[in-house]
């Protein structure tokens, strides 16, 4: 597992206040059309929490992940798959909302890095509880495309 000290949920059912603010990200994030899972992650994270290096799994998830970062800024890492000196640091300031496609969803592992790690541009980005609100697509079933 990736994730460590967090808790999560998957959530169906918002507030219309939050239903418009997500609405808002998935506009941005998903041509029409696209089908979007209808579950929203909603993770957790504690102070002492950080994610691990991964790609989310194309098994059941698809082309385009949009997040919010709540609560607590922090350093997004994206890693290449192909070379391992080949990477970029994100700063997701608390309310950022960050979309991740193409390249930097298939070919780039991403993380959130714990405290002691995290640093932008040799600056401190004190990690707090976060909390993230990600949206992602479905992926493409095997032969519905054309031909
Ligand atoms: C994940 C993930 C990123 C975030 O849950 O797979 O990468 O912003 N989350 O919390
Ligand atoms: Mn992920």
Redesign the pocket.
């Known amino acids: 597992q990736?994730?460590h000290g967090y808790r999560e949920i998957e959530k169906s059912h918002w507030s219309k206040q939050s239903e418009s603010v997500l609405q808002r990200l998935r506009d941005v994030a998903f041509p029409p059309g696209v089908p979007q899972l209808s579950m929203v992650?909603v993770?957790d994270?504690e102070k002492t929490g950080f994610?691990k290096a991964?790609v989310?799994s194309v098994k059941f998830c698809g082309d385009t992940i949009a997040?919010l970062?709540l609560l607590s800024g922090c350093v997004?890492r994206l890693l290449s798959e192909d070379s391992d000196v080949d990477q970029v640091d994100l700063l997701l300031q608390r309310h950022t909302a960050y979309i991740l496609r193409g390249e930097a969803r298939y070919r780039f592992s991403?993380q959130?890095l714990p405290d002691e790690q995290s640093f932008f541009g040799g600056e401190k980005v004190p990690r707090g509880r976060r909390i993230?609100i990600?949206c992602r697509n479905l992926p493409n079933e095997p032969g519905s495309g054309p031909d």
């Open positions: 990736a994730i992650h993770l994270l994610i991964h989310d997040g970062c997004m991403h959130i993230s990600i």
